[in-house]
Nanobody, 125 residues
Framework: QVQLVESGGGLLTTGDSLTLSCAVS????????MAWFRQAPGKEREFVAFITSSTRRTVYADSVKGRFSISRDNANQMVYLQMNSLKPEDTAVYYCAASSRDYMDYKMRRGYAYWGQGTQVTVSS
């Protein structure tokens, strides 16, 4: 059984910074591509960032590029999302996801078999 638990969400104002955490248990964390997605009310869940297992290659959505940074600690089975210069448009429930698949489009939701429950991030103007 693979379990993902997000934490660190909160209420912030424009320009603030915040780091989200995702604790992973079970499975083989070191072999997983890890990602963050987010979903705002009334909208589809959208890709935010992913990081590969060994090379730690990172890819970001255009909307967060230059502001957000994804990282992982394989020894402690943790994934982080550092968010800087937050905007009201960043308001959403943020979800951590894990994929064991190779050679896929890691920006797509269907490739991720494991998901956390989400953590709320609210940014006011």
């Amino acid at each position: 059984q693979v379990q993902l638990v997000e934490s660190g969400g909160g209420l912030l104002t424009t320009g603030d910074s915040l780091t989200l955490s995702c604790a992973v248990s079970g499975g083989s964390f070191g072999n997983y591509v890890m990602a963050w997605f987010r979903q705002a009310p009334g909208k589809e869940r959208e890709f935010v960032a992913f990081i590969t297992s060994s090379t730690r290659r990172t890819v970001y959505a255009d909307s967060v590029k230059g502001r957000f940074s994804i990282s992982r600690d394989n020894a402690n089975q943790m994934v982080y999302l550092q968010m800087n210069s937050l905007k009201p448009e960043d308001t959403a429930v943020y979800y951590c996801a894990a994929s064991s698949r190779d050679y896929m489009d890691y920006k797509m939701r269907r490739g991720y078999a494991y998901w956390g429950q989400g953590t709320q991030v609210t940014v006011s103007s």
